[in-house]
């Protein structure tokens, strides 16, 4: 090998006498398997350490990183124990066939070459000695470094690009769907088993019928009906499997576009991550891309089952069926007995009200609690819920008369549907194990009597089949038959009999809450609660979205309850100036009004109310409730006149009668109230030490 003589001159006897790492790498194992040239001439590099002067026990080949890439040093153990050798100053040199089988990542390499310019560590590769404590030796590597870091990502670049381009024809294939497969000409076809496709079929139609996907797994598990599978790749390519439907398989075929006859590329993403851990390792992470941002998509390229239409509706109906982030989502419908369940908005703030039960769960309360929730704002509004949803479902109920015959009608015709549905199905499989069982007896009889030992093991497989038919007629047998009888002419009358009546059904007891919350979902898309003083509005939205609003009178609290009626209050305000408590009770009975709990009013009820509201009273036999003794027009009591003018009451009435001042009174016999000014007072008020004087010659 020629070795130039200032690359001698780098290796010193101080390298020489620390070790040699020869690091081998290739980076998958179909190229340590194939590509077998470049591991030999990666470990070539042995005699050519022992041709640059180190002895051979102090070589050392690294090569646990076999089938590793070097975009990274995580998960590459061999590099790393290549770094930790090299800090310890325990290698004179590095060897490896060029810089990309050490690293394809920059800040890999640089901190290579950092530790060995400390440790004085050399770096060879094919072409040449280098010593990263020289400036010009170390720029060289840099570029090598950089390189092919770059190479790594053209590499890529120009493959992806090729896969894009591809797929932006719709040629790309790919592993498709259960249902979907490639003919021979490589178009994407319905899959020709007829069993296949019908199970497909019949898990899209029930999603469109009952709205759930854990209902369409309930339906599956509960007529004991089976979903297949296609293998992918390998010895099983093309093999059909079959086992139950589980809600993850349900879920991305309603999640498949390709179901809708569209050829979709990029529906997700997949970016490197750190894992953290003893070990960090990096792992890839997909993520999925919104429907909007799918990079190649082409409407109608390949037969579908649904609609591009009834996949969009899917959609909306998965989305509207999660249970976090409410704010902008229905909900499924639930259990439990309110109604409006799912979709009643906040007609103060727009947010997704919630539903919360009272006296024991058989009270539902609609509440605005989000802002509450998530940052202690104040709850919205609270509400009880049975006024507002009997007031909803009356109204719910009125809609439906016309249309209550088409409804039903197409309700029965589903039924049928169905049944007829999950018959077929059982057919279908009925008929595939036969022919298989068919397909088994023919083997057996075509082979050679002679060969026992395949005859023999022909005829168990024979058997088995002959097992598993039995084995399905049994099954198929056991099955209640409810679906079917549902479609029998007499029962079609006495359903059709029902429909005439839909509040009946409604109402009937039988009919559960789900049953009523899906009926109301059909017509309505949702409900605004508002909340006033005095009345709450109810805003319904129809599907259509026509708006109908109801005004529901306020529920009043139970303090609200005992309150006196404001009426009541009003007429004692007026009242009380003129009349006694006794007077003024009597007056409310007459109008027929009534207590706060209850009952006619009392003497004490309204001294009660007047005391509580603070109304001024008439009553001069009661001086302790009417300490000024004046009134509301600010006319006196007589005690009152005669305490200002300083005389006595006698004197008081005497001068009412004689004119000389202006008094009233509601009966002949009823106190006088008298109108005084301060001119008045002035005028016939005596002086008080006359009265003084008489007072004490009285005395005396
Ligand atoms: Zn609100």
Redesign the pocket.
Same mark, same amino acid.
């Given at each position: 090998m020629p070795i130039s003589c200032s690359t001698n001159l780098k290796i010193r006897p101080d390298h020489l006498d620390r070790q040699a790492l020869i690091y081998v790498r290739q980076s998958t194992m179909i190229q340590v398997r194939e590509n077998t040239g470049s591991t030999a001439r990666q470990y070539d590099l042995v005699p050519r350490a022992l041709n640059l002067g180190w002895p051979t026990e102090h070589i050392r080949v690294i090569d646990q990183d076999q089938g590793h890439s070097g975009a990274s040093a995580a998960g590459r153990d061999g590099f790393q124990f290549l770094v930790a050798e090299v800090s310890l100053k325990h290698a004179g040199a590095v060897l490896c066939l060029e810089a990309s089988r050490l690293a394809r990542s920059c800040s890999d390499w640089y901190r290579l070459l950092e530790i060995c310019a400390l440790t004085d560590t050399l770096v060879i590769d094919e072409e040449g000695v280098y010593d990263p404590g020289q400036y010009n030796d170390r720029l060289l590597l840099g570029f090598k470094g950089t390189m092919s870091e770059a190479e790594l990502h053209w590499l890529r670049q120009r493959l992806l690009g090729g896969k894009q381009a591809k797929a932006e024809q719709g040629q790309l294939r790919f592993r498709l769907p259960v249902g979907l497969v490639y003919d021979p000409t490589g178009k994407v076809v319905i899959d020709p088993d007829e069993e296949v496709h019908q199970a497909v079929r019949l898990a899209f139609d029930l999603f469109v019928q009952r709205g759930s996907a854990l209902a369409v797994v309930t339906h599956f598990a509960k007529h004991r009906l089976r979903f297949p599978t296609r293998g992918w790749g390998g010895s099983h390519d093309g093999e059909l499997i079959w086992g139950r439907l589980s809600s993850g398989r349900i879920l991305s075929m309603l999640h498949n576009p390709l179901y809708a006859g569209a050829y979709v590329y990029g529906r997700t993403i997949t970016r490197s991550q750190l894992l953290p851990g003893e070990a960090p390792r990096i792992k890839g992470r997909t993520r999925q891309i919104k429907p909007g941002d799918w990079p190649v998509m082409l409407l109608d390229a390949h037969p579908g089952y649904i609609s591009w239409e009834q996949f969009r509706r899917n959609q909306q109906k998965l989305d509207d069926n999660r249970t976090w982030r409410t704010a902008e989502r229905r909900g499924a419908v639930r259990e439990g007995a309110a109604l409006l369940q799912g979709i009643v908005l906040?007609?103060? +703030?727009?947010?997704r009200?919630s539903v919360r039960y009272v006296q024991g769960g058989r009270a539902p309360v609609y509440e605005?609690n989000?802002?509450h929730t998530q940052h202690a704002a104040r709850t +919205?509004?609270t509400m009880r819920g049975d006024g507002i949803d009997a007031a909803v479902a009356r109204s719910f109920l009125a809609a439906i008369e016309p249309a209550q015959l088409e409804v039903s009608l197409a309700a029965l015709g589903r039924i049928e549907e169905r049944a007829r549905q999950i018959e077929r199905q059982w057919q279908l499989r009925k008929e595939r194990s036969q022919y298989e069982a068919d397909l088994a007896r023919r083997r057996f009889l075509a082979v050679e009597p002679e060969n026992r030992l395949v005859a023999r093991s022909l005829e168990r497989e024979w058997n088995d089949k002959l097992s598993a038919i039995e084995q399905l007629e049994r099954e198929h047998a056991a099955l209640p038959k409810t679906a079917m009888r549902l479609a029998s002419p007499e029962d079609r009358r006495r359903i059709l009999a029902l429909a005439q009546d839909l509040p009946k059904v409604w109402h009937s007891a039988t009919t559960t809450n789900t049953e009523r919350k899906q009926l109301l979902r059909l017509l309505i898309k949702d409900v605004t609660l508002t909340r006033r003083e005095k009345i709450i509005t109810i805003a319904i939205r129809w599907q259509t979205d026509a708006l109908t609003t109801l005004e529901l009178p306020r529920l009043r609290k139970s303090w609200e309850a005992r309150q006196t009626d404001a009426r009541a209050v009003e007429l004692i305000r007026q009242l009380a100036p003129s009349h006694t408590d006794q007077q003024i009770a009597r007056c409310l009975n007459e109008a027929g009004l009534s207590a706060g709990l209850g009952g006619a009013f009392s003497q004490r009820k309204v001294g009660f109310i007047r005391w509580a509201y603070g109304i001024a009273t008439a009553c001069p036999e009661r001086p302790k409730g009417c300490p000024s003794g004046q009134r509301g027009d600010e006319r006196y009591s007589a005690q009152k006149a005669a305490e200002l003018l300083n005389v006595h009451v006698s004197t008081i009435s005497e001068w009412c009668k004689s004119g000389r001042l202006d008094s009233i009174s509601t009966a002949p016999a009823s106190p006088r109230w008298i109108k005084l000014t301060p001119e008045i007072i002035a005028e016939l008020r005596r002086p008080v030490r006359r009265r003084h004087h008489r007072h004490c010659v009285s005395e005396a």
């Open positions: 906040c007609g103060w +703030c727009g947010r009200m605005c989000q802002a +919205c509004q």
